[in-house]
C-alpha cells in the first residue's frame, strides 16, 4: 500500500472513530455495537503501529474518550482517569497473561471484578469527609459533580472508624438499577419524552443534571472499585477492597482473586452464563494485576494500565424469523411498531416481541417480510433486532411499509417536524388514546382516585360510561347502569364516588398533570402551576411568556399553545371547573415578616444544602424582596448554590454583583 493510500485510511478511521465517541459520550446516542467501535479501533491501532510516521497525534487510540461541560465546574485530577484495553478473545487474554509474565515473572496474582456498564466517578474524602466528585472527563480533567453524587445513598458522606486516612480518593462506577431503569423509562415514554437506550445512558443523563433534586428522583447506585492515595497504605488491591468496605464503601461482592489465567477464564465463563440474573448491567469483566509493585512496574501506556484488561463479552444475539409488525398507539397517539418474532431461546428467557421503536429503524434495518433477523440481548430488557440475515432472505422480498393510517381507527398518521413518532391525531375518537388519557388522569402520581383503576376505566369506556375525562364526574348519575357491571357491587360503587368527589380537592398542580398535556410531566406541571397561577393564564400565555418559566423550554411551550387551540379541551376544562376542580394555585399569601429586604433585587442560581429554590424565593418575598429572572446591572444579589453555571457566574463578577451563600442571606433577614 502506498505511504498516501493508507494515510488515507488512518485518517479516515481517526475521522470516523471520533463521530462515534461523539455520539457516544457527547449525545449518549451510539450509532455502533461497541464490537464494531473496538474493532475499528484496532484497525487503526495496527495501522499506527506499522506506520508510526503517519499517525495522528489526536488518534482516538490516544486518548480517553469522554466529555467535560459548561455546566459545571472543571476539575483536573491528580492521578489520570484512564480507560482500560479490551479483547473480546481467549488468545488476546493469554496474549496479555503473556507479556505480564514476560515483565514481572510468574509470581503473581489476578483480581478478577465484573466491568459494570455505568459511568466512571472519583471521590475524594477529606478527614473522612466526602468533599468532591469528579467525572472521567478526558481522563486528565472532569466535571465536578458533587452535589448530585451526594444524592446516591451508598455513597457515605462521614465516614466511620479509625484508621481512616486523612485525605484519599477512591474511584467507582456510577449505575442504575435495570429495575429502576425500566420503570422510570415508562414514565418518561407515557409523558411523551425520548426514552433513554439504556440504563448507561441514564445514569450518565442523570449524573450531568443541573438540578440536584431531580437526580435524587432518579435512583443510582455505585460500587467502588479503585483506591489511590499519595501514602502507601496497603500491598495489594485485593487488601484495599477488604478495607474500603470496612470504612463503609459499596464493594462489589462479586469479586475473585486468582492464581492463574485458568482461573480468570472459568470466572469469565461463569458472569458470561449468569450475568442476565444479576439487577444491573455489566459489559465484561476487568482483570488487574493484585500488588501494587508489580503494578508499578507494568506502568502504563497513553491511555491505558498495562497492569489491567477488560474482557468483554459479545452481545448474546440469536437468529429468528420476524413474523409481523403489529403497532401500538399510546395515550398521546403515538405509534410504536413492535416485531412479533418466531419464539426462540436467547439468554436464558424466550423471546416473542422486539422493540422496533419508530419507522426510521424499519427502513435502517431494511426489514422485509419473513426476513431472517439478529435479535440481540445487550443490557437491555427489551430485546432488539440489529440486523437482518440477508443470505437468507426470499427471492422477492416484500420490504415492511410503516402504516399511514392508525390500526384502531383509521385516522391518517402524521409525524411533526424533527420528531421521529407518528401520531395518530385523532385524540378524540381513538380507543386507546381516550381510555389511556383517562387512565392517566386516575393515576398515582395525578388524582390518584381511591377505587378506580385501569380495568374499570377500560369496562367503562366499553359500556360507553366514559369518554372523556369528564365524565368521571358525572357518574354518580349513572348508578344503575353501573349496578349492572360484573363484579361491581355497591361498596365498590360508593367507593369510587367518594374518590371521585374527594379528587375536587386535589392541587392545581396535579390536575394540570393529569390533563395529559405532552411533555407536562409533573415537575412541568409544578412549574408551570407556580409560574401561571391559573388555567387561564395557561391557556392564554404567549409562547414568550411560558419559556420565561423556570425550566420551560420551547418543546414544552410549543405542545401547551397547541393543546389550548382545540375547542374541546377548553370545553373540558369549562365543564371540570363547573363541577369545581381546582383550576388555580390556592396562593400560600405572602406574609410579609419584615421588609429588611425592600427594594432590593436577587437572583437564585445553583443547588442549595438547606432550602429549595422555591424556599429561598418565599423568604426573600416575605421580607420584602425582588426577584428577578435574568442577571443584569440592576440587580443588586446573586444568591449562589453549588452546581452554578460558570457563565452566571462569570456575568455577575463582571457586573461587580456580590454573591450571597445561603447562610449570608439568612443572616440579612436576622
Ligand atoms: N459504540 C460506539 O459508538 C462507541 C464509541 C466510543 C466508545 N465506545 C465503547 O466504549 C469503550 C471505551 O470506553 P472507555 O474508555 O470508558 O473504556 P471501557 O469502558 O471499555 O473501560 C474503562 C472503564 O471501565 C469502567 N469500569 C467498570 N468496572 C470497572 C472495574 N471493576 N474496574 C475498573 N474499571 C471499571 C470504568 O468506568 C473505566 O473508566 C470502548 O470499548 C467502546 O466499546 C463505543
Ligand atoms: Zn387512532
Redesign the pocket.
Known amino acids: 500500500m502506498s505511504n498516501l493510500k493508507v494515510k488515507e485510511q488512518i485518517d479516515a478511521l481517526v475521522k470516523e472513530l471520533n463521530e ?2 461523539y ?3 457527547v449525545l449518549a446516542m ?5 464490537y464494531e ?2 474493532q475499528k479501533l484496532e484497525k487503526l491501532a495496527g495501522l499506527e503501529k506499522e506506520y508510526p510516521e503517519l499517525a495522528d497525534p489526536n488518534s482516538p487510540t490516544q486518548k ?2 469522554g466529555d467535560i461541560t459548561k455546566n459545571f465546574i472543571t476539575v483536573k485530577h491528580k492521578w489520570p ?1 484512564l ?2 484495553g ?1 479483547t473480546y478473545n481467549e488468545q488476546d487474554l493469554r496474549d496479555f497473561d503473556e507479556r505480564v509474565k514476560k515483565a514481572i515473572g510468574n509470581d503473581f496474582e489476578y483480581v478478577c ?4 456498564d ?3 466517578i472519583s471521590l475524594t474524602y477529606e478527614n473522612g469527609k466526602l468533599i468532591s466528585a469528579v467525572t ?1 472527563g478526558d481522563g486528565s480533567q472532569g466535571d465536578d459533580v458533587t452535589s448530585n453524587i451526594k444524592t446516591i445513598h451508598t455513597i457515605p458522606h462521614q465516614l466511620k472508624g479509625k484508621e481512616i486516612p486523612a485525605l484519599f480518593e477512591i474511584r467507582g ?1 456510577v449505575f442504575m438499577h435495570r429495575a429502576a431503569f425500566e420503570r422510570l423509562n415508562k414514565e418518561r415514554e407515557e409523558l411523551g419524552e425520548i426514552a433513554y437506550a439504556n440504563p448507561r445512558n441514564f445514569a450518565a443523563g442523570t449524573v450531568k443534571m443541573q438540578d440536584s433534586k431531580e437526580v435524587a428522583k432518579r435512583p443510582l447506585d455505585c460500587f467502588l ?2 483506591l489511590y492515595s499519595e501514602k502507601k497504605l496497603f500491598k495489594t488491591h485485593w487488601e484495599s477492597l477488604q478495607t474500603v468496605k470496612k470504612w463503609g464503601f459499596n464493594v462489589c461482592e462479586h469479586t475473585r482473586l486468582s492464581s492463574d489465567i485458568e482461573d480468570v477464564f472459568s470466572f469469565i465463563a461463569y458472569w458470561e452464563e449468569n450475568r442476565f440474573k444479576l439487577g444491573y448491567d455489566i459489559d465484561g469483566i ?1 482483570i488487574k494485576v493484585n500488588n501494587y509493585a508489580q503494578q508499578h512496574e507494568l506502568g502504563f501506556t497513553a491511555k491505558s494500565p498495562r497492569w489491567a484488561i ?1 474482557y ?1 463479552y459479545k452481545a448474546a444475539e440469536v437468529q429468528t424469523i420476524l413474523e409481523k409488525v403489529t403497532y401500538q398507539v399510546g395515550r398521546t397517539g403515538a405509534v410504536t411498531p413492535v416485531a412479533n418474532l418466531k419464539p426462540v431461546l436467547l439468554a436464558g428467557t424466550t423471546v416473542k416481541r422486539a422493540t422496533l421503536h419508530n419507522a426510521d429503524e424499519i427502513a435502517r434495518l431494511g426489514l422485509c417480510e419473513n426476513d431472517t433477523v439478529f435479535v440481540e440481548k445487550g443490557g437491555e430488557i427489551i430485546p432488539k433486532i440489529i440486523r437482518v440475515n440477508e443470505a437468507l432472505r426470499s427471492a422477492n422480498p416484500i420490504p415492511i411499509k410503516y402504516i399511514t393510517a392508525c390500526p384502531i381507527c383509521a385516522t391518517t398518521l402524521i409525524r411533526k417536524e424533527g420528531e421521529v413518532a407518528f401520531y395518530c391525531p385523532n385524540d378524540e375518537g381513538c380507543a386507546p388514546q381516550i381510555v389511556g388519557k383517562i387512565q392517566h388522569f386516575i393515576g398515582r402520581k395525578a388524582m390518584n382516585i381511591d377505587g378506580l383503576g385501569d380495568e374499570t376505566i377500560e369496562a367503562f369506556y366499553q359500556r360507553g360510561l366514559v369518554s372523556h375525562i369528564s365524565d368521571l364526574y358525572f357518574l354518580h348519575d349513572k348508578a344503575d347502569e353501573l349496578k349492572k357491571i360484573e363484579r361491581f357491587g355497591e361498596k365498590s360503587i360508593e367507593n369510587m364516588l367518594k374518590g371521585i368527589e374527594d379528587s375536587k380537592q386535589m392541587p392545581f398542580e396535579k390536575v394540570l398533570f393529569g390533563l395529559g398535556i405532552r411533555y407536562v410531566g409533573e415537575t412541568v406541571a409544578k412549574k408551570l402551576a407556580r409560574g401561571v397561577k391559573n388555567i387561564d393564564n395557561l391557556a392564554k400565555a404567549s409562547l414568550e411568556e411560558l419559556t420565561a418559566i423556570d425550566e420551560i423550554g420551547v418543546r414544552i411551550a410549543e405542545s401547551i399553545r397547541e393543546y389550548f387551540s382545540k375547542p374541546e379541551h377548553l370545553r373540558q376544562i369549562e365543564l371540570l371547573k363547573a363541577k369545581g376542580l381546582k383550576f388555580e394555585i390556592i396562593e400560600t399569601e405572602i406574609i410579609s415578616l419584615s421588609d429588611k429586604l425592600a427594594e432590593k433585587t436577587f437572583v437564585i442560581s445553583g443547588v442549595f444544602e438547606k432550602y429549595s429554590r422555591e424556599e429561598l424565593k418565599e423568604l426573600i418575598e416575605q421580607n420584602g424582596g425582588k426577584i428577578l429572572s435574568s442577571i443584569s446591572a440592576k440587580l443588586d444579589f446573586l444568591v449562589a448554590g453549588a452546581n452554578m453555571g460558570p457563565s452566571k457566574l462569570e456575568k455577575a463578577t463582571k457586573l461587580n454583583i456580590p454573591l450571597l451563600s445561603e447562610e449570608e442571606l439568612i443572616e440579612m433577614i436576622g
Open positions: 462515534h465517541t455520539n457516544y459520550y451510539p450509532t455502533i455495537a461497541d467501535f473496538d480517553v474518550g482517569m480507560s482500560l479490551n471484578e465484573l466491568k459494570f455505568g459511568l466512571s472521567r462506577e472499585y479503585a476487568v477488560s468483554k
